[in-house]
């Protein structure tokens, strides 16, 4: 407990309040957000099976999925209308692979986030110590805004197959016994995507504090000056004093020879005045 008061006694947490480690506790923020609301989805939807032989029929036939989305492996079984026995069927299509890729950078940015509040609020000056920090954090935090921009694009594109593969209404069309017309067949329950929406906006909110951030840590980073002229390495800089001594050296008073002047001729005076009496 010492140690941890000792920490909280020593850190600067005003640096929360400027934008640089505001957008970064946003990111942090955010970063839970978006990975929670994709990594913790479990849906379901419902559909029946009505056959021209209503003990065969079966009302009530729930299909279950989850994170992360591999379709294939969703299995359910539905009457065939033919002497009571069912058949088993799969939903079509895995798409695992822009789940977890999205849920990853989620984590990650997370974990960097916390990491970076951390240096700022502890360690600032050794961070802008010869702008080795910044310039690191900025080339992390420009990996991560690319990283958003790709994994969102892709998870949306993901959802997308995602709600059409498990359509009821397409469901449907994977059971035989529907292609028949004297039996019916129709859906119950629509699965609730409302939360995995929620984290695509949310993926797209981190990539616009990403973005945003970038240029917040590169104002740290000395470049911005370095681009403009005006940035001077400090092995390149002279000391005035030295320079000043330097031009200052072996030069006389220029006000000495003008006195020495007019003191001569202050005392040459009397001694002309005295010729002339």
């Known amino acids: ?24 506790a946003l990111q942090w923020i955010f970063a839970i957000f978006a990975f929670s609301t994709c990594g913790s989805y479990s849906g379901m939807f ?52 822009s789940a977890e890729f999205f849920v990853t950078i989620g984590v990650f940015s997370f974990l960097y986030s916390m990491a970076a509040l951390a240096v700022y609020c502890f360690i600032l000056e050794k961070y802008r110590e010869n702008n080795k920090g910044p310039q690191i954090d900025f080339v992390v935090t420009a990996v991560f805004a690319f990283m958003w921009l790709v994994s969102s694009c892709a998870w949306a594109k993901g959802l997308s197959d995602v709600k059409t593969a498990t359509d009821p209404e397409r469901v449907i069309t994977l059971i035989q016994a529907c292609e028949e017309r004297e ?46 002229g005006t940035y001077v390495p400090s092995q390149e ?40 009496m």
Not at 9 to 17: D, E, M, N, R
């Open 237 to 276: 800089k002279q000391p005035a004093p030295d320079s000043y001594a330097q031009e200052g050296y072996g030069q006389q008073d220029p006000y000495a020879g003008s006195q020495g002047g007019y003191n001569q001729g202050y005392d040459q005076q009397p001694t002309s005045y005295s010729n002339q």
């Open 46 to 97: 419902k559909m029946s099976v009505e056959c021209s032989n209503r003990s065969e029929s079966d009302l009530g036939i729930e299909v279950e999925f989850e994170y992360p989305f591999r379709l294939h492996q969703v299995y359910f079984d539905a009457p065939t209308c033919k002497g009571g026995d069912k058949e088993r069927l799969f939903l079509v299509g895995d798409y695992s692979s």
């Open 183 to 228: 039996n019916k067949c129709r859906e119950i329950h629509d699965p609730k995507v409302s939360g995995l929406n929620t984290s695509v906006a949310f993926g797209f909110i981190n990539l616009i504090l990403w973005i945003g951030n970038l240029w917040f840590v590169f104002k740290e980073t000395g470049w911005k000056a370095a681009f403009a």
């Open 1 to 24: 407990m010492d140690v941890v008061n000792q920490l909280v006694a020593q850190g600067q947490f005003t640096v929360i309040k400027q934008p640089l480690g505001f957008i970064k």
